[in-house]
Nanobody, 122 residues
Framework: QVQLVESGGGLVQAGGSLRLSCAAS?????MGWFRQAPGKEREFVGS????????YYADSVKGRFTISRDNVKNTLYLQMNSLKPEDTAVYYC??????????????????WGQGTQVTVSS
C-alpha cells in the first residue's frame, strides 16, 4: 500500500504561480494529477510515466502547467503558472500500481492523496 500526501496548495491571485508536491511512501509507477471544483466532476490535469519522458496534459492547462517527478525522492510535482480563477479546485495526486505507463483515466489509478486546495482570486 502506498500513501500519497499532497502539499503546496493555497490562495494566489490570477496570473500567479504555485508548485504542488506529492510525497509517496513507497515506489510509484505512472502518476497523475487530477482536480475537482465545487459542483463539478473530477477532471484530469496531467500525467507522467515512471521514466518521466512521457507526459500528458489537459488542453485547459497545456503550456501553463508542468508535471515532473523525482523517483529517488518518490515525489511528484505540479508547477502551475499563469493561474486563472477557473483553476480553483482541490488537486489530487494519484499513482498506478505496477504500471510504468501513464493514463488520463482516473479509474486506472490505484492510490490517491487526500487533496490540496488551490484557490485563484480574480
Amino acid at each position: 500500500q502506498v500513501q500519497l500526501v499532497e502539499s503546496g496548495g493555497g490562495l494566489v491571485q490570477a496570473g500567479g504561480s504555485l508548485r504542488l508536491s506529492c510525497a509517496a511512501s513507497g515506489r510509484t509507477y505512472g502518476m497523475g494529477w487530477f482536480r475537482q471544483a465545487p459542483g463539478k466532476e473530477r477532471e484530469f490535469v496531467g500525467s507522467i510515466a515512471w521514466s518521466a519522458g512521457i507526459t500528458y496534459y489537459a488542453d485547459s492547462v497545456k503550456g501553463r502547467f508542468t508535471i515532473s517527478r523525482d523517483n529517488v525522492k518518490n515525489t511528484l510535482y505540479l508547477q502551475m503558472n499563469s493561474l486563472k480563477p477557473e483553476d480553483t479546485a482541490v488537486y489530487y495526486c494519484a499513482a498506478r500500481r505496477g504500471t510504468f505507463g501513464t493514463s488520463r483515466q482516473g479509474s486506472d489509478y490505484d492510490y490517491w492523496g487526500q487533496g490540496t486546495q488551490v484557490t485563484v482570486s480574480s
